[in-house]
């Protein structure tokens, strides 16, 4: 059965009768009849009935309507898609297509909108352009005489004092143009979406997983590509290709996103490029002595910028800064002018601030396990990180290059990075593992002792398949437990949190909220060590979740979840991206999105089957 709708007319009926609150979405908690009458192309009339089917209808009449049509023939099953299909379908016809960007004049067009580059010159949009990029800085001179842009090069050694002078003419850091046969055009990254209109570190990656799963693997090429071209102009991969990230790295994932790329292309010159760029960034940004290598032979995080992020919302460091204020009796607004341009010095809020900036730099902003003292920890996900590193580069040496990967003056082997790993592996269990509790914990390099908190990050070294067979049977039993819930993994346990009130706000990272590269992690490495049935139902309940809250609530999935009460209804510290849209996403959340894609190639038959029909996992499992 197909209908013949003209779509105005239709929506403002459709709108009308179900929209009740009038968000311009069709959800549980409108209070319409829930019942809609339409005409076939038969003449016949026919009652679609139900939130998710209705709210079906109100997608596929604006995707027409966006595409230009005043008309439009909609069959039944694209009304009545089931809703996992519908989901998949979703991500991988448009909320791909509506994430990615490019810095080219198409691009750049667009992020001139974007409220984060409303600059203090008025509406222009600052461009900083790599002192090496000699093409970059000529193509965005010429396109600076027809749109209201202006670039700006970055000095041939940038310091974190030039970082701090240029917050005020915050603006884009131009990432790898192409020379093309129809001229300059812009290597295409995936952004994470919504205010996050930037490509960001380890987003990239995670979104790269579902992109190759969805037949995208141009995308993800291109991700590291433009990784490459972080790496040799601003000497790392960058939180987030912005002007005030440039001393600020994010979690590594480059080894992986180069290997995963390969296995599909099969591209050797690419992939020795890149795995010596990668090698680069090992060297460089990780295993540098009193910086991101500490005493311990192990790593930790280090933001190098100086003073107050520029990037958070106004009043968010109100709190901290309150009490030195009120010591010096000047007003807020007064002391943060003080601070911020030097004439104030306070070693302490200083070294406060770089305890923050290394938060950020974790991916991790905020969680109690490391606020306040986060420069100061060796953190179990970082090690295994790395651990991957040299296990990827081992294996792609001997693998693809005849054991021998010449690098300069350098000549690496598998069996170099092989001793690396085994050396960060001994030293990972020497200061980070504890045989009582029976599971990882970061370590204070201050205190010189384990920082006592129960964190799924702790199962990241199953992913880089780190641990024995018999620390991964007592991470599963000692710490799965306490962290499973209703809707997947959160982010740590109950107790690791306490009792949160006004003066202990509850933390995003933390409990009870859950994210995708935690479960995307933990179901690869439960799976690399034989815990099928766990990482199956881990994989149901967090499916399951973004499922029953897209049928819900319009299609809507955002960029983390609630996972106790399985709601994306999260309102802990900056709200919940995603979730603010009228009439479809046409993005979605880019990791979310992947860990989507990806649970699905997971998950057995059977399982999709029950999924499909919203079988709640508490009618399956036992929490």
């Known amino acids: 059965m197909n209908f013949s709708l003209e779509i105005a007319a239709t929506l403002a009926r459709l709108l009308a009768q179900e929209d009740t609150d009038g968000d311009k979405k069709i959800t549980i908690e409108d209070h319409g009849p829930r019942a809609f009458s339409v005409q076939a192309t038969d003449g016949s009339d026919h009652m679609i009935k139900g939130t998710y089917h209705l709210s079906n209808l109100l997608q596929e009449l604006v995707i027409a309507q966006r595409e230009g049509k005043q008309e439009v023939i909609i069959p039944l099953e694209k009304i009545e898609e089931l809703p996992v299909a519908r989901i998949s379908r979703?991500?991988?016809?448009?909320?791909?297509?509506?994430?990615?960007?490019?810095?080219?004049?198409?691009?750049?067009?667009?992020?001139?909108?974007?409220s984060k580059n409303e600059q203090l010159a008025g509406d222009t949009l600052h461009i900083y352009v790599p002192y090496g990029d000699t093409m970059a800085w000529q193509y965005y001179t010429e396109l600076a005489q027809q749109l209201p842009l202006k670039p700006i090069r970055l000095p041939e050694k940038i310091t974190p004092e030039y970082v701090k002078r240029q917050n005020d003419a915050s603006g884009i850091l131009s990432l790898r143009l192409a020379q093309t046969d129809h001229g300059v055009k812009g290597v295409p990254f995936v952004v994470p979406g919504g205010r996050f209109n930037e490509m960001y570190g380890w987003d990239s990656y995670f979104e790269s997983v579902g992109l190759l799963l969805d037949g995208k693997a141009h995308l993800a090429k291109a991700m590291a590509d433009n990784f490459k071209y972080e790496i040799e102009h601003y000497g790392k991969i960058l939180n987030a290709n912005r002007?005030?990230?440039?001393?600020?790295?994010?979690?590594?994932?480059?080894?992986?996103?180069?290997?995963?790329?390969?296995?599909?292309?099969?591209?050797?010159?690419?992939?020795?490029?890149?795995?010596?760029?990668?090698?680069?960034?090992?060297?460089?940004?990780?295993?540098?002595?009193?910086?991101?290598?500490?005493?311990?032979?192990?790593?930790?995080?280090?933001?190098?910028?100086?003073?107050?992020?520029?990037?958070?919302?106004?009043?968010?460091?109100?709190?901290?800064?309150?009490?030195?204020?009120?010591?010096?009796?000047?007003?807020?607004?007064?002391?943060?002018?003080?601070?911020?341009?030097?004439?104030?010095?306070?070693?302490?809020?200083?070294?406060?601030?770089?305890h923050d900036r290394t938060v950020r730099e974790s991916g991790h902003d905020t969680s109690y396990r490391i606020e306040g003292k986060c420069a100061d920890l060796v953190l179990v996900e970082l090690n295994a990180m790395l651990y991957k590193y040299e296990t990827d580069f081992a294996y792609l040496i001997k693998s693809y290059f005849g054991?021998?990967?010449?690098?300069?003056?350098?000549l690496y082997t598998a069996h170099y990075w092989l001793d690396k790993a085994a050396t960060r592996k001994d030293l990972v269990d020497r200061y980070l593992w504890s045989e009582k509790d029976g599971f990882y914990l970061d370590y204070d390099l201050k205190k010189q002792q384990t920082n006592y908190f129960e964190s799924v990050t702790a199962f990241i070294p199953m992913w880089a398949k780190m641990t024995s067979i018999e620390q991964a049977q007592s991470l599963v039993q000692n710490l799965l437990p306490k962290l499973k819930a209703l809707g997947g993994l959160a982010s740590c346990s109950k107790d690791s949190v306490g009792n949160l009130d006004d003066n202990l706000p509850q933390r995003q990272w933390d409990y009870p909220n859950g994210w995708a590269p935690h479960q995307m992690m933990v179901w690869q490495g439960l799976l690399h060590y034989g815990y099928k049935d766990e990482a199956h139902e881990l994989i149901y309940r967090?499916?399951?979740?973004?499922?029953?809250?897209?049928?819900?609530?319009?299609?809507?999935?955002?960029?983390?979840?609630?996972?106790?009460?399985?709601?994306?209804?999260?309102?802990?510290?900056?709200?919940?991206?995603?979730?603010?849209f009228e009439y479809i996403t046409t993005e979605g959340f880019g990791w979310m999105n992947a860990s989507y894609q990806l649970g699905l190639s997971l998950l057995p038959k059977k399982e999709l089957e029950l999924l499909d029909r919203l079988t709640p996992p508490n009618s399956i499992y036992a929490l």
């Open 90 to 114: 979703m991500i991988r016809e448009y909320y791909w297509e509506g994430l990615t960007r490019t810095m080219d004049q198409d691009g750049i067009e667009a992020l001139l909108s974007d």
């Open 243 to 354: 002007s005030y990230y440039l001393t600020r790295t994010q979690p590594p994932f480059y080894s992986s996103l180069i290997r995963e790329v390969f296995e599909l292309t099969k591209d050797r010159e690419w992939l020795g490029a890149h795995l010596r760029t990668a090698i680069k960034e090992y060297k460089t940004v990780w295993m540098a002595k009193g910086e991101r290598l500490s005493e311990i032979g192990l790593n930790r995080y280090l933001s190098q910028g100086i003073g107050m992020p520029p990037e958070v919302e106004e009043g968010h460091f109100d709190s901290v800064l309150e009490p030195y204020a009120a010591a010096l009796g000047v007003n807020l607004e007064t002391y943060i002018d003080g601070y911020n341009s030097g004439n104030i010095i306070e070693p302490e809020l200083d070294n406060y601030f770089v």
């Open 403 to 410: 054991d021998h990967l010449v690098d300069g003056d350098y």
């Open 542 to 580: 967090w499916l399951y979740m973004i499922t029953r809250n897209a049928v819900d609530y319009n299609g809507t999935i955002p960029e983390k979840y609630d996972v106790v009460a399985a709601t994306h209804k999260v309102f802990a510290e900056y709200g919940n991206v995603g979730t603010d």
